[in-house]
Structures are given as C-alpha cells and as structure tokens.
T-cell receptor, first 112, second 112 residues
C-alpha cells in the first residue's frame, strides 16, 4: 500500500516569512514528486515538480527531494496571504500512465 | 493558457441512476486521468487512459465505472448505478510526455 504522509496543520506563518511544508512517502519505487495547491472548493493546481535528489527553485518556491530518506519538502519564501491554501504532496512511479498517490495535505495560513 | 475543462460543474442524481461526467483534456496531451475527492478527504486516483485504452486503475474503479474517449476531444467517466458513497468531487486531469498532470475544475456529484 503506497502511502504519502503530511502534517495536516494548520501551519500558521507570518506574512513575509518562509513556510516549510514536509512530506514522506512509503514506496521506494517512487520517481516523480509533485506539489499541488488547493484552495477550498477548488481543484488541485500544480505548482512544483521534482524528479532528482536535491533542490529545485521556481520563483518563491523551492522543492527539495531526498530519496534515501523518502522525504520531499516545499519552501515558500516571502509568504503572502494569497498563499493560504492546502498544499498536497503527490508521488508516482514516474510513468506517464501512473496515477498519483496524494497525501491528505497541509493547511497553510499566512497571517498578515 | 490551455486548460482542462469539465462539465457539468454540479450533478445531482438519484441512487441507482447512471451518470456521465465529461472532460475536455488539454489538446496536445496524451494521458488522461480521473480522480475523486470525497469531502474532507484526500484526492484518490481512479483510472488512467492512454492510446484509447485503460492503462492503470485503482481498487475504487470497479465494474460500475467505465471510461471512454468517444471522439478526439472528450474523455468521459460513466458511473452505471450510483450509490450514496459515490458523492464526491470528480477531477479529470491530463498530461503530455513530460508527465506533469494538470487538473480540471471538477464536477461535484451529489447522489440522493
């Protein structure tokens, strides 16, 4: 049974600070790792993906992957109130037809 | 920017009735997926579709579910005999060869 674990939160971060979101996964065969943002009542929106160990930066977002520890994280710099949402970690085995296994998500609140 | 579209946005049906949820994936994408999210729970993979056939399906995707690509643009999910527990948001997603999955806005299915 593939599992993806996230702290459900809420995680409260002051505006302008760095928000750090974490995720662990159980399947060592996982190859592709994704972070989605989901506003209440809306669909998941892809914000970052990472396939190799290390860091990947895109604007205010940095994804970090450590396959040996089966750990993925997302850093959000200069947090804005509009970043308040649930962040979903998702993984799959890397094939195009593979379904994503999602965690339950971390609810992030950015305090103005 | 191209996006996945879904219709209807909300479907109400009686238990035992058949429903068809419709999706138009992003035009140059090759892989298509259905997911569901029961209220307050995590996003769950149902099925993936590639080259006009099912590639992978989860335990949830039993005989009451079917998928079809009836023409070059639409991708449908049929639930043959709906149950109360089928009430959920149903998301369609698509991906290109790079495998990042982009989600549509979802169809809220309410079974009464």
């Amino acid at each position: 049974q593939k599992e993806v674990e996230q702290n459900s939160g809420p995680l409260s971060v002051p505006e302008g600070a760095i928000a750090s979101l974490n995720c662990t996964y159980s399947d060592r065969g996982s190859q592709s790792f994704f972070w989605y943002r989901q506003y209440s009542g809306k669909s998941p929106e892809l914000i970052m993906f990472i396939y190799s160990n290390g860091d990947k930066e895109d604007g205010r977002f940095t994804a970090q992957l450590n396959k040996a520890s089966q750990y993925v994280s997302l850093l959000i710099r200069d947090s804005q109130p509009s970043d308040s949402a649930t962040y979903l970690c998702a993984v799959n085995s890397g094939g195009g037809a593979d379904g994503l296994t999602f965690g339950k998500g971390t609810h992030l609140i950015i305090q103005p | 920017e191209p996006e996945v579209t879904q219709t209807p946005s909300h479907q109400v049906t009686q238990m035992g009735q058949e429903v068809i949820l419709r999706c138009v994936p992003i035009s140059n994408h090759l892989y298509f997926y259905w997911y569901r999210q029961i209220l307050g729970q995590k996003v769950e993979f149902l099925v993936s579709f590639y080259n006009n056939e099912i590639s992978e399906k989860s335990e949830i995707f039993d005989d009451q579910f079917s998928v079809e690509r009836p023409d070059g643009s639409n991708f449908t999910l049929k639930i043959r005999s709906t149950k109360l527990e089928d009430s959920a948001m149903y998301f369609c997603a698509s991906s290109a060869l790079t495998y990042e999955q982009y989600f549509g806005p979802g169809t809220r299915l309410t079974v009464t």
